[in-house]
């Protein structure tokens, strides 16, 4: 990821929106999507396992997963502010001794990060332009599950994205969404020796679980 790319997450996730995820997550939960991941993960059996959990945002996978009974969680976010809820989160939950977070981005400082036996990517692979690094480095830090959530490639989210990616252009904001293409990320997973275990999907996103 390019130094202005890793800025627009920066911006782009900034405190106030930290802030009012945080807030929703509490109200609310987790957001469909992700706690359909959670509700595949579970179905699967999470219990004892790790989890490396990849722009996890306010940490809603790794809350939910370790009151499912994981032992712990490593969590990776370019967005300091996003790791800062997490935290507090954490705290509040009284998770803080099982979690371990990190700053950064993820395909800078991956061999850096030991694998897990779970990894997550929640809405994390349309944020990034080297999906390929993404992927790749990913799936092969997932020694038993790797659960992805990102975008459908239909004509309402095409045009979405070139909308989305408009106005961040208009607001001068480095920040951008890729729209990959799914069969692309499908035969990437794939080389890591992961095959399909799960699969929905809703008006924009596609739950995707995989396993060895």
């Known amino acids: 990821m390019?130094?202005?790319?890793?800025c627009g997450i920066e911006r782009?996730?900034?405190?106030?929106?930290?802030?009012?995820d945080l807030r929703r997550y509490r109200k609310r939960g987790?957001?469909?999507?992700a706690q359909m991941l959670v509700d595949a993960l579970r179905a699967e059996g999470v219990e004892g396992l790790t989890l490396l959990d990849i722009g996890g945002g306010v940490g809603a996978l790794q809350h939910e997963l370790l009151k499912a009974g994981m032992e712990c969680v490593t969590g990776v976010d370019a967005s300091a502010a996003y790791l800062e809820a997490a935290a507090e989160e954490a705290g509040r939950q009284g998770h803080t001794d099982r979690v371990r977070h990190r700053h950064g981005d993820f395909v800078a400082v991956a061999a850096e990060v030991a694998p897990a036996d779970v990894v997550t990517l929640d809405r994390v692979i349309c944020c990034y332009s080297d999906m390929e690094a993404l992927v790749a480095l990913s799936a092969?830090?997932?020694?038993?599950?790797?659960?992805?959530?990102?975008?459908?490639r239909t004509w309402w989210t095409r045009l979405s994205f070139v909308l989305l990616n408009f106005i961040h252009c208009l607001r001068r904001s480095p920040f951008r969404a890729f729209l990959h293409r799914p069969d692309a990320?499908?035969?990437l997973i794939r080389e890591k020796g992961l095959t399909r275990r799960f699969?929905?999907?809703?008006?924009?996103?596609?739950?995707v679980v995989y396993g060895r």
Do not use: I
């Open 185 to 187: 990320v499908e035969a």
């Open 12 to 20: 782009q996730f900034n405190r106030k929106v930290a802030a009012g």
């Open 30 to 33: 987790p957001m469909r999507t």
């Open 140 to 152: 092969e830090r997932a020694q038993r599950l790797y659960g992805v959530v990102y975008p459908r």
């Open 199 to 207: 699969y929905a999907t809703t008006l924009v996103w596609q739950v």
């Open 2 to 6: 390019s130094c202005s790319s890793c």
